[in-house]
């Protein structure tokens, strides 16, 4: 199947892409995500995904301890950056911490970048908050307003939440996002009509001593905006969520399974009738994965799994219906590997995935278009962790694209809690 163009699959200024998941098909921030006007949902995306987008970026994670415990206590710095084609990288960078002023008082800090179906992103916050209840050691509940920290006014975000948590590692909160808060008296020409805002929960919680559930909403209202200068109008809802749960089910055997998915509905539509390019998107993805890891010591264990993912694209153009088209995507992937630990330091945790691609390219008005796909493809990670003190771990890892194209690559990880 041919390479995937750039574009913006909210507004498809350009032909229709194929985009790779939101949601974790690289690594999960659990951060809300509201709507970004200005980034690719309104300007493009900038970069493209090809038939392997997907796979690669799934092979760059955090093992699962490391993101368990960030579940558990999302303080400190974790990031990576990997090769995923000869001239572009996947990167994912998060850091978050809380410091203690003057009790109740603490200061909050937090800076994400990643990138979804529309863009690759940044935020840094900023923010101030007050113990209600407990302390920082105890737990406790906790209430805060963040915002984000940009030059330009009419785009930052002003975010309050509440959370409670507590020394077992149980945790909730809630946050409400108030996007572009100041938009409408600061810009000069357009508007929101329906001012976008994100409600966002996330939370994790013990079940018993063997088992944990740590889940996630992020709902964006429908929002409506004018663009003057353009001359059309702009909507756009969305609701994404997922639950990953994580079970030890004997000394030696434990199991991991995890549910995400996402719909987001949008259009453009132009005030002049006679204009061809009114479209309306309709976008659905989910995927399906577990886990299954057998441990023999301390330093040896195996694990064995599959994903299953699939993605819809209804694109759908009222006045050229010859244009209308939809994307679908169907991948299985099954993988297997070790984690072995070969120096009181070192851990190497090497994977094999064979994932299996069934991608459908229907242009609804022109059937002569339909583009049908399908294959396999063989991917090995080598990952080597290293173990720098104080609970960080600095982890190189080597990827190989067996088949097609042969392409390798290699990615860094760092995790620091603090």
Known sequence: MRALPRGSILLLILALPEPVAAQGVGVSSREPSPFRGDSGQLSGRGFHYTDASILLRSLFRFRPALDDRWA?????????AGSVSNDEFYTFQQATKKIAVDHP???GLRYLRDEDFDSRFSRTQVGIGTMLSGTFATGGVSASLYSEVIAEKEGIDIQPEVEWWNSSGDRVRLAFVLTDAAFDRKSKLDEYRKRPMTWFLEGT???GERARVTTWVNWNPQLERTFETEGFDFDHRSL???????CVVSERWSVRSTAAGERTVASRRY????HPDDRRLS???WRLEAELRHRWDDDLSAWVGGRYFRLSDYDRRPRDVVADGKVQRRETTLFVGVDWRIHERVLVWPGLYVDFIRNHDDFVGDPGRDDRDRRALVAVALPMEFDVGHDATLTLQANA???PGRF??????IDVPF
Do not use: C, M, T, Y
């Open 240 to 246: 994404a969520g997922g639950i990953e749960g994580v």
């Open 401 to 403: 694209l067996l088949s």
């Open 205 to 207: 919680r013990a079940i």
């Open 283 to 285: 976008r659905r993805h």
């Open 72 to 80: 558990r206590d999302p303080s400190g710095l974790r990031g990576l």
């Open 271 to 274: 005030r002049d009738h006679a």
């Open 105 to 107: 008082l603490f200061f």
């Open 408 to 413: 390798g690559g290699g990615s860094l990880h």
